[in-house]
């Protein structure tokens, strides 16, 4: 079992910065490729970035390259999601995840999720 619990969610004006964290618990964290998925009310769940197990590689989605840093510190068991120029249409509830399958990109790959964290941008 893994335990994901995030934090860093709020509410903020549109171009300001948030760090979102993930503090994991249980097995071993840094076995581990995590994701942050996000859902916006009405819509379904939606992928946003991944890192793998050292940190070296990352992938993210389109809508939010170049405004979204995944990070990891496996010493601290923490993932970390930097959201840089928020947009209202960033507006959701941010969850991350842990998976074992290798560049998982879809919530079917992942096995544990935390409980979310609000994002509330207004314009």
């Known amino acids: 079992q893994v335990q994901l619990v995030e934090s860093g969610g709020g509410l903020v004006q549109a171009g300001d910065s948030l760090r979102l964290s993930c503090a994991a618990s249980?097995?071993?964290?840094?076995?581990?490729?995590m994701g942050w998925f996000r859902q916006a009310p009405g819509k379904e769940r939606e992928f946003v970035a991944t890192i793998s197990r050292s940190g070296g590689i990352t992938s993210y989605a389109d809508s939010v390259k170049g405004r979204f840093t995944i990070s990891r510190d496996n010493a601290k068991n923490t993932v970390y999601l930097q959201i840089n120029r928020l947009k209202p249409e960033d507006t959701a509830v941010y969850y991350c995840a842990a998976s074992l399958t290798v560049a998982p990109m879809s919530p079917d790959d992942y096995r544990y999720w935390g409980q979310g964290t609000q994002v509330t941008v207004s314009s």
């Open positions: 249980g097995r071993t964290f840094s076995n581990y490729y």
